[in-house]
């Protein structure tokens, strides 16, 4: 019964190569987001959707592309990983109004090698 | 851009003191804020909201202050426990979609 799911929740992978992580959310939220948290914790925004639709895109390589079959998901995909792309990568929704009290999953760890 | 900082990277409190989170934001059109709790290998938890309007929110052992003349929030934590040991952050939000995390605290809790 977990409100925002997403897997893996652990990835390993080599440069080059492209993975997907996804994320659902049972919430009835129309507003799904990846976040990016680094080394030093900081989180930050990386897109949104709402209700299907791409409403942030941040400062954010083309090799990321989000992709919203329904609402209920928003998966990530990244082409041609590069070793900076190794941090953890957070899955949250949000009901409407848009953009107050936002929902974590637990998040995706990437390790680049 | 605009940003959202803290001014302790990590606070050390006894069990059983309150503990006093602070964060300083620079967007002072900023209408909405929340506290988030990070525990670790988990994702942000939130833990109490404020909007604008307020100087003033109190939850259960926590309480949130703003201070919107100074641009600075403030999270208390009452009687802490060893279990809210965790990383805590702040974030604002100024009407759109987005909010903007600060850097985050770890909060450690000696028993």
């Known amino acids: 019964d977990t409100a925002v799911s997403q897997t893996p929740k652990y990835l390993v992978t080599q440069m080059g190569n492209d993975k997907s992580i996804k994320c659902e959310q049972n919430?009835?939220?129309?507003?799904m987001y990846w976040y990016k948290q680094d080394s030093k914790k900081f989180l930050k925004i990386m897109f949104s959707?709402?209700?299907?639709?791409?409403?942030i895109n941040e400062t954010v390589p083309n090799r990321f592309s989000p992709k919203s079959p329904d609402k209920a998901h928003l998966n990530l995909h990244i082409n041609s990983l590069e070793l900076g792309d190794s941090a953890v990568y957070f899955c949250?929704?949000?009901?409407?109004?848009?953009?107050?009290?936002?929902?974590f999953g637990e998040g995706s760890w990437l390790t680049v090698v | 851009g605009e940003s959202v900082g803290l001014h302790l990277p990590t606070l050390s409190v006894q069990e059983g003191d309150n503990s006093i989170i602070n964060c300083a934001y620079s967007?002072?059109?900023?209408?909405?804020f929340i506290w988030y709790k990070q525990e670790s290998g988990k994702g942000p938890q939130f833990i109490i909201d404020?909007?604008?309007?307020?100087d003033k929110r109190q939850g259960q052992r926590v309480t949130v202050l703003l201070n919107k003349t100074v641009k600075h929030l403030s999270l208390q934590i009452a009687a802490t426990q060893p279990g809210d040991s965790a990383v805590y952050f702040c974030?604002?939000?100024?009407?759109?979609?987005?909010?903007?995390f600060g850097k985050g605290t770890l909060l450690t809790v000696n028993p």
């Open positions: 967007n002072s059109a900023s209408d909405y």
């Open positions: 949250a929704s949000s009901p409407p109004p848009s953009g107050n009290t936002i929902y």
């Open positions: 974030a604002e939000k100024d009407g759109n979609y987005k909010l903007t």
């Open positions: 919430l009835g939220h129309d507003t």
């Open positions: 404020i909007r604008s309007n307020m």
């Open positions: 959707y709402n209700n299907k639709e791409l409403i």
